[in-house]
DNA sequence: CGATAGGATGTAACCGCTTACATTTAATCG
DNA sequence: CGATTAAATGTAAGCGGTTACATCCTATCG
């Protein structure tokens, strides 16, 4: 492996020279660059990228924390954020927290230890309090999914509360009435909010809120069943059921399926994510969309933004979540 | 941030001994262990990453390349490389090829440019010849699904030829004669070991291949449904289809119930992968599972194994797919 | 009790680049 | 044509560690 110094002498001429070339940096003669750019083809050198870094205390790379590296969500979240990053040449680093506080701690101070320019994070356990002490902190850190005050402008999110609102108002404009609701677990704000809004929408229809009617689950399939087992034999009646997202929408509509129910003539069913195995299920699901790419690329924006002076980039904070539309959900 | 200087000053030791501690190598007092701990605890002190990089000769960071980041097969496959990476104190970097060759060469050469310690690499367009000549560059390189005789050992592959032929089976089993064969694109390997899996069933079996039968698919579901309309257009007769992956069978059967079909007493139907989302198709769809995980976590211990000398770890190369049996196979 | 071996610690070179500043070279002008 | 100035290039000091080697203790032993 080549280094610069021996490009320096083929060429003749000194290593600042050569960085100057390297980086188009400062002024050099069309005729050394010329001599430079030879040596350089010659040596077949190509700069080592950890002696850049720490001279120019610049890794050129980022980390990003996502509570898992599969599944469909978050599977789009990260193709989008490593290509936004990747074309404007920065490292990937990835971890995954499994909602795990501990572990979630362990990788961002995994990736903290990684001279990481900046951090993209999608935490689901760890204090918000914590968050803003790292954020404090020497590396930028912005937050995907999630909103504290203290660092709004590092925040990109999804206003779930608006997305619970707009599921549900689809099945109230649909002339249902009496709808049930499976809820991801209480304790994640995404579930609280969705869940907030779902309530809104019934109160603005003059419909009260059964507590009977809302079950919560875990956000995961298994979760979606238990949950509409529970609501079926309630006792209760009911003739859509909001999901929290669509894992828990596809288990439901299993169990619904086996107690001889059809989708949608006897129960109209929407999930939540729009997540892409939704078209394989049958009836296919009706859900919310989420721009999950997008605000993958917004979050890798705001890094190339604030950490590495793309300052002609726009940036948009919240996303409104939108209803799709499927064969799921039908008129009363 | 404090430096290693710092921390020897406040110790009152050489940085030498500091480095001792920090890396337990060496012989250390412990009482000047304790003096050390005592002033890095003081000082916060984390050591700067690229400078250890630089002066070690070594990122800790292996370069990860893969067609997709999304989608069942690769997020498992991702997945379970960073999990054991990361528990091992490694960092991952990861790239998408898009299945496109000077994509994927691109990416290819920004991790070697990346100073990587390992690279872990499915690519899908890039030619043998080129990934025999980077492994034998400088770092070491793990070819994940694919087969180079030149670099056997660095190879961690599934059987496609099995795979094919066990799928096939299944259906010959049980009582089935007239097949039908939708590939992906017979210019992949992966397809064309499967095919000829497919082929080597039949014979085997006595039964004559019909290449009017096989249909050159693109490894999605439109091409899935494009086959089976084909197919069902085409006058043959056939009682099953062996489909090269779950995407494909999933589009297979949406055409096949749009023609009136029912699955799987009109027609059997298996997939390939055993990709998670075969257990929200109706009926479940039979498919070849590949040991996905397992596959990501050899090629990661195989990095550990020849770059980290952790070299008490067993190695497997090949995998062997196996049939997982559903609901959308029945017997003739 | 002095020589000595071996363990503990220190010294300094080096990893390969960036960059502020010094120096040289070339261009401009009275 | 020499002085002035700007442009091009060179010099060298870091960046923050690792590590081979030198040096200094200290316990052991004849």
Known sequence: ????????????????TVSRVMNNSGKVTEKTRQKVLSAIKVLDYTPNSMAQSLASRRSNSVGVLIPELYGPYFGALLSSIEN????????????????????????????????????????????????IKISQGPVPVILLNGFIAEMADKCINVDNEHGGYVATQSLLDRGHRDLAYISGPVWKTDSFKRLAGHQRALKEAGLEV??????????????????????????????????????????AMEVAREHGLTIPDDVSIIGYDDVYFTRYLNPKLSS????????????????????????????????KPHLVLRESVNSR
Do not use: W
């Open 1 to 16: 492996m080549a280094t610069i110094y021996e490009v320096a002498a083929l060429a003749g001429v000194s290593l600042a």
């Open 84 to 131: 936004e990053l990747r074309d404007a040449g920065k490292r990937v680093i990835v971890t995954a927290g499994h909602s795990d506080k501990a572990r979630e701690k362990d990788c961002i101070e995994f990736l903290l230890g990684s001279s990481c320019d900046a951090l993209i994070l999608h935490v689901h356990a760890v204090s918000p309090d914590y968050l």
């Open 210 to 251: 059964d507590r009977r009617l809302i079950i919560e689950g875990d956000f995961e399939e298994a979760g979606g069943q238990a949950a509409m087992t529970q609501l079926l034999t309630l006792g209760v009646a009911f003739t859509g059921v909001v999901c929290a997202n669509d894992e828990m929408a596809a288990g």
């Open 288 to 319: 919310i969309g989420v721009h999950t790419s997008e605000m993958g690329r917004m979050a890798a924006r705001c890094v190339l933004k604030n950490t590495y002076e793309q300052t002609d980039l726009e940036i948009q904070n919240t996303f």
